[in-house]
Each structure stands twice: as structure tokens, then as C-alpha cells.
């Protein structure tokens, strides 16, 4: 078992900067490939960016590529979104999640994830 709690939500203006935190325990942390989603009201939750465990690749949305930014710190254990030029487009509940497939960019592929974080953009 992976256990996942996000952090670092909030209320901000269009072009602001956040930065959500994703902090895990259990199993080893280093084994797993680590991805972002984000769900807005009435729509599927889509992927937004992910990391691999071993060589640290990233991969990116279109929505975001340029914008966001996905890091990890294997010996804290935590795995970061830093998200720059926010809109109101960007507005979502934001969910980390752990997979054991690298490359992996579909929810189902995934195994773990937090309990999401509310991310709130205003025009």
C-alpha cells in the first residue's frame, strides 16, 4: 500500500503561481512512477503531468506543457506540482497517484492516489 495526501491547494487570480505537494508512506516511494490529475466539476479526470522513479523523465499535458512543472524527491518522499500562469481553465480538484507502468498517462493505469487538493483560479 502507497499512501498519498496532497497539499498546497488554493484560492488565486488568473497568472498566479501554486505549487501543490504530494507526500507518500508506505512502500517504497522510489519503486513507483508518479503522476498529477486534476478533475473540474462535470468532467472525467484528465492527466496533467508525470514523473518516472528511476531517471526522473517527465511528460506533460498540452493544456500545461510550459506552464506546470513536476519534480520529486525520492528521499523525502514527496513528489511536487509547481504550476505557473494559473487560469481560470485550470480551476480542478488536483490528485496525485502512484503507478508501477512507466509512461503511464491513463487513470485506470494508475493505483494509488491521494484524497485531491482544490484548486481554485478566478478571472
Known amino acids: 500500500q502507497v499512501q498519498l495526501v496532497e497539499s498546497g491547494g488554493g484560492l488565486v487570480q488568473a497568472g498566479d503561481s501554486l505549487r501543490l505537494s504530494c507526500a507518500a508512506s508506505g512502500r517504497t516511494f522510489s519503486n513507483y512512477h508518479m503522476g498529477w490529475f486534476r478533475q473540474a466539476p462535470g468532467k472525467e479526470r484528465e492527466f496533467v503531468a508525470r514523473?518516472?522513479?528511476?531517471?526522473?523523465?517527465?511528460y506533460y499535458a498540452d493544456s500545461v506543457k510550459g506552464r506546470f512543472t513536476i519534480s520529486r524527491d525520492n528521499a523525502k518522499n514527496t513528489v511536487d506540482l509547481q504550476m505557473n500562469g494559473l487560469q481560470p481553465e485550470d480551476t480542478a480538484v488536483y490528485y496525485c497517484a502512484a503507478t508501477i507502468q512507466r509512461d503511464a498517462s491513463r487513470r485506470w493505469d494508475y493505483t494509488y492516489w491521494g484524497q485531491g487538493t482544490q484548486v481554485t483560479v478566478s478571472s
Open positions: 514523473i518516472t522513479w528511476s531517471d526522473g523523465s517527465t
